[in-house]
């Protein structure tokens, strides 16, 4: 069965904010946003997930919302970002927010800096 | 009694995202983006909105996650948003989101065209 994707004039932002609003879900599109060629397997690879099952929910927002292609290719799925339909509807947005998490890193490597012992 | 706020520095991107990422709470903000000042009701006026008791979830989210302010001010909370903080933090990210609002409701009217009857 094909996973239901919405249209590119179905995606909403309130859906997409939804999706990016996790933790994990915006670790996922990072990233897918790094570029190669995934799969739900090699994501969790990149991301040291061991728990696959907990992930299905997520497979699901991220897809349902029109932030990721879900493809049946053999026993897998291939997951890829829209990012030419996020661009198209949303323009800039993605790159606002993988910037945004950047500049949370950041701020948390600064604030969890401790001072250097003798 | 002082509702907790984040500092600026205490902001997460996922959290803002997951505050935006509700209809009514992104409604809230763009009530407040568009100026002048408010409180609770105010608010709930402009949105048409009756279920003040709902609304003390969404008071929070929005507040917890440093999108606006929620101030006492006598038996009202006074309500602004976050901006200065938000563009400080994230710049271009509440006007992308706002932006993409707007295109939704247009793709919406857009889309909700029936053919005219003669």
Redesign the interface.
């Known amino acids: 069965m094909i996973p239901r994707h919405p249209d590119r004039?179905q995606i909403?932002?309130?859906?997409?904010?939804?999706?990016?609003?996790?933790?994990m879900r915006?670790a996922v599109v990072r990233v897918l946003d790094a570029g190669g060629e995934h799969n739900c397997g090699s994501v969790l690879n990149v991301l040291s997930v061991t728990a696959k099952s907990t992930m299905t929910h997520h497979w699901r927002v991220l897809r349902e919302s029109g932030v990721i292609w879900q493809q049946p290719s053999g026993r897998e799925n291939l997951l890829s970002l829209r990012r030419e339909d996020l661009d198209a509807?949303?323009?800039?947005?993605l790159d606002?927010?993988l910037?945004?998490?950047l500049?949370?890193v950041a701020?948390e490597a600064a604030?969890a800096r401790v001072p250097s012992g003798g």
Request: net charge neutral; glycine share 10%.
């Open positions: 004039d909403r932002i309130e859906s997409v904010l939804s999706a990016l609003g996790s933790p915006l509807r949303y323009p800039g947005l606002t927010i910037a945004g998490k500049s949370d701020v604030t």
